[in-house]
């Protein structure tokens, strides 16, 4: 039976990190953006490359090509096939850098709310070790006063010889 809650608990924390993605919209520019180049860039090689025999198979070369799985069914072999498909390489790199960073934020500032109460209860156990060491301070300050003041009132009594 652990393992059912454990299963529920993990379905809960993933439904709960996509409604947080989801709460901006960087995500869905991001995906909208990676779709509209596959879509483009797919139809440019249909058109510019001699191996790519169809539309759906321009998009399915682009789409391989930028989430670098590379299956190698669809290759452009004309130099502008080839260099719109490393143009592609370097823009997947992109958005998949994009995208992890999205989910990175996405996760850090569920944790972020924790993070600061933690921060604030040290900064305040902070001051009160600071403000129980100042106080001991004046203490040992009232203290040596006071011997000096009876130091100089002994003195003070003294004859002059």
């Known amino acids: 039976m652990n393992w059912l809650a454990d299963f529920q608990n993990a ?13 901006s919209r960087h995500l869905g ?24 025999t169809s539309p759906m198979d321009g998009i399915w070369s682009a789409w391989v090509t930028m ?19 490393a143009c592609l390489i370097l823009l997947g790199l992109v958005l998949f850098s994009l995208f992890t960073a999205l989910v990175s934020v996405a996760l850090i500032g569920r944790n972020l709310h924790a993070l ?21 301070i004046l203490d040992e300050l009232a ?6 003041a009876e130091l100089e009132a002994g003195q003070a009594n003294k004859p002059v010889e």
């Open 29 to 52: 520019y991001l995906i909208l953006l990676a779709l509209m180049v596959t879509l483009s860039v797919g139809l440019v090689l249909f058109i510019i490359d001699p191996n790519v």
């Open 67 to 85: 989430t670098h799985v590379g299956f190698g069914d669809v290759v452009p072999i004309s130099f502008f096939g080839r260099l719109l498909s």
């Open 11 to 23: 379905l809960h924390w993933g439904n709960s990190l996509r409604l947080d993605l989801f709460k």
């Open 116 to 136: 600061t109460e933690n921060r604030q209860w040290q900064q305040n156990s902070d001051a009160i070790i600071v403000s129980s060491g100042e106080q001991l």
């Open 143 to 148: 203290k040596l006063h006071q011997r000096i």
